[in-house]
Antibody, heavy 123, light 110 residues
Framework: EVQLLESGGGLVQPGGSLRLSCAASGFTFSSYAMSWVRQAPGKGLEWVSA????????YYADSVKGRFTISRDNSKNTLYLQMNSLRAEDTAVYYC????????????????WGQGTMVTVSS | QSVLTQPPSVSAAPGQKVTISCSGSSSNIGNNYVSWYQQLPGTAPKLLIYENNKRPSGIPDRFSGSKSGTSATLGITGLQTGDEADYYCGTWDSSLSGGVFGGGTKLTVL
């Protein structure tokens, strides 16, 4: 079964850091672009960042550029999001999502989503 | 303010049909495929439509998609109470070099 499982969320103070992980299973992880998408409480979806299958190319939303870093370890089938200088407005459920097509970059659709991990930035 | 514009809410009676619009620009919808997602309360989004009008396996043909110029539309026929959810359009924006979503549309089946 194709599955994504996020972890690493929690409560962090403004200015703090957190690293999210997304463990993938059931597909050839290195062959698919991956993304992080977040959803603030009661709000809509916001695309955050994407990484190519090899990990050699990345994109970021302006709202997180310079503060967040996406990476992947294809030997561990795991996607990461390092979040630094966190702000209250980063409070959201963070989903990892699998790009739809084999070897596509960038991905314009996501066919598998994790269950999400909650990040709360508050003092 | 979302890059893609959707109506905040739509409603219709069980068995009826509803359409949800998604408006963008030449840098996103105009030159890239559109996908649609269904998010039931308390759950992760689910892919409903990709490449403007294609359905993943397991998605009933009650759901359809179309695109014209810089706008896209999701259609749902034979509405069921289980279709009550938030619906999002999404695509890639070539100018922003990033993914973009609509603000979401809440469907109420009266």
């Amino acid at each position: 079964e194709v599955q994504l499982l996020e972890s690493g969320g929690g409560l962090v103070q403004p200015g703090g850091s957190l690293r999210l992980s997304c463990a993938a299973s059931g597909f050839t992880f290195s062959s698919y672009a991956m993304s992080w998408v977040r959803q603030a409480p009661g709000k809509g979806l916001e695309w955050v960042s994407a990484i190519s299958g090899s990990g050699g190319s990345t994109y970021y939303a302006d709202s997180v550029k310079g503060r967040f870093t996406i990476s992947r370890d294809n030997s561990k089938n795991t996607l990461y999001l390092q979040m630094n200088s966190l702000r209250a407005e980063d409070t959201a459920v963070y989903y990892c999502a699998k790009g739809l097509r084999f070897l596509e970059w960038p991905a314009d659709a996501f066919d598998i989503w994790g269950q999400g991990t909650m990040v709360t930035v508050s003092s | 303010q979302s890059v893609l514009t959707q109506p905040p809410s739509v409603s219709a009676a069980p068995g009826q049909k509803v359409t949800i619009s998604c408006s963008g620009s030449s840098s996103n919808i105009g030159n890239n495929y559109v996908s649609w997602y269904q998010q039931l309360p308390g759950t992760a989004p689910k892919l409903l439509i990709y490449e403007n009008n294609k359905r993943p396996s397991g998605i009933p043909d009650r759901f359809s998609g179309s695109k014209s110029g810089t706008s896209a539309t999701l259609g749902i026929t034979g509405l069921q109470t289980g279709d009550e959810a938030d619906y999002y359009c999404g695509t890639w924006d070539s100018s922003l070099s990033g993914g973009v979503f609509g603000g979401g549309t809440k469907l109420t089946v009266l």
